[in-house]
């Protein structure tokens, strides 16, 4: 899956942080894909994972101090310089404000950070901050992390959730495969022999919010994965990535430009001056069908026993360019249903003018929104079908994009 990272030497940095309980699995996923992977374990790391668990799952002693001891035959007694020389990449997760701060004015007193000052030059460094929310907001933090990207540092976000803390809000590492999934592109070369490569691909994601009031909103359960997950996919084989979402809380992939909208309006309007100059595009945002017709000014009030709202038709995006496409421009949908339906999807193919559509059916467990699979079946302009099984939206998207590839170049 992660053909990227086949043979690559990794080094994980693990510091001091609740979030350290997912390291384990993610060791798995790179030891899987076939990643030789060290892991670097700070004092405090050590207090959340178990050298144990990380060497078992990794095959590799941990390495925890600068220097180790030296009665120990065959030590090598300069690998906090060698095990840096050695690798291709080094993540830092969770990394933790007070590692932040050490990477930040260059301390170097223990393994991970002698790795982070010894790294070959080029070499990707990606750092996955895990705190409090009110923490990370900090001035110190924010500075900390400024220094670091502009040394070439890759600082992703980190997610919104559920925090140690007992509070809901931004600070939560995200799950392993994610991680993994960026390690996997920071590792990618850039495809240059793909048709997509040079060309402009524009990409819808996630849900829109259609206001009732100032507080209140009609909108849908999408998280943005699979659009964010196409984003990079379509990046990975060399396009120029125009990523239109509504609110996610997912970091902008790499090399990728992000437009923020709420509602369908926006995103219309937002897409629309890009319909003459794109190359392909992708409609796998949930957008609202309807919106309310007069939303209300401040916050309605609780008077009534019942309240109606009238609804209007929304902009349907990805039809519109479908009937205005030139020549050589692609126009890709996707299709939900909570139940079998296929013949709608074949539908919407015609109806919209689509070169492909991408059909899964919501179970809320393995596929549709919020979920890190998908179960779907790829519809071309020719009505043939392609049942892609259950797989992760990354794998699902690489090969969506793949299909995309075919239709451009026939003969691929």
Not at 16 to 39: C, D, E, F, S
Not at 187 to 203: F, H, K, N
């Amino acid at each position: 899956m992660f053909s990227a990272v086949q043979g690559k030497n990794i080094i994980l940095g693990i510091s001091g942080g609740i979030a350290a309980y997912k390291t384990p699995q993610l060791v798995r996923l790179l030891k899987k894909a076939g990643a030789n992977v060290r892991v670097a374990l700070t004092a405090s790391g050590s207090r959340f994972v178990s050298e144990l668990s990380l060497a078992t799952v990794s095959g590799e002693a941990v390495c925890r101090e600068t220097f180790p001891p030296a009665d120990v035959p065959g030590t090598d007694f300069t690998r906090h310089i060698s095990l840096g020389e050695w690798a291709d990449a080094l993540v830092i997760a969770p990394a933790t404000a007070n590692t932040l701060a050490r990477l930040a004015v260059g301390l170097c007193d223990d393994m991970l950070s002698a790795c982070f000052i010894t790294l070959r030059p080029g070499k990707p460094v990606l750092i996955f901050p895990a705190m409090d929310g009110q923490m990370y907001r900090s001035a110190s933090v924010r500075r900390n992390v400024a220094t670091l990207v502009a040394g070439g540092c890759t600082v992703i976000e980190p997610e919104s959730g559920d925090l140690a803390s007992g509070q809901c809000g931004t600070g939560r590492m995200p799950d392993p495969e994610v991680i993994a999934d960026r390690i996997r592109s920071s590792l990618q070369e850039i495809r240059r022999d793909s048709p997509l490569s040079g060309r402009q691909v524009v990409i819808t994601a996630g849900p829109t919010r259609e206001k009732i009031d100032d507080v209140r909103f009609v909108s849908n359960y999408s998280s943005g994965k699979m659009g964010f997950a196409l984003a990079c996919a379509a990046r990975e084989r060399g396009a120029e990535v125009r990523l239109i979402t509504g609110p996610v809380h997912l970091a902008t992939p790499e090399g990728v430009e992000r437009f923020d909208v709420e509602s369908a309006c926006e995103m219309h309007d937002a897409a629309k001056p890009f319909f003459a100059t794109c190359a392909v595009f992708i409609a796998a945002a949930a957008v609202a069908d309807y919106r309310p017709e007069m939303p209300a000014s401040g916050k309605l009030k609780k008077t009534e026993p019942e309240m109606r709202l009238l609804l209007v038709r929304n902009p349907d995006i990805v039809a519109e360019f479908g009937a205005q496409k030139q020549p050589g421009q692609l126009a890709v949908g996707f299709a939900l249903e909570t139940s079998e339906g296929l013949a709608s999807a074949h539908g919407k193919l015609d109806e919209k003018h689509l070169d492909l559509v991408a059909f899964n059916t919501y179970d809320r467990k393995t596929s549709g929104f919020d979920v890190d699979t998908n179960t779907m079946t790829l519809i071309d302009r020719n009505h043939r079908e392609t049942l892609l099984p259950t797989m992760l939206k990354t794998e699902a998207a690489r090969l969506l994009i793949g299909h995309i590839e075919q239709l451009m170049d026939p003969d691929r």
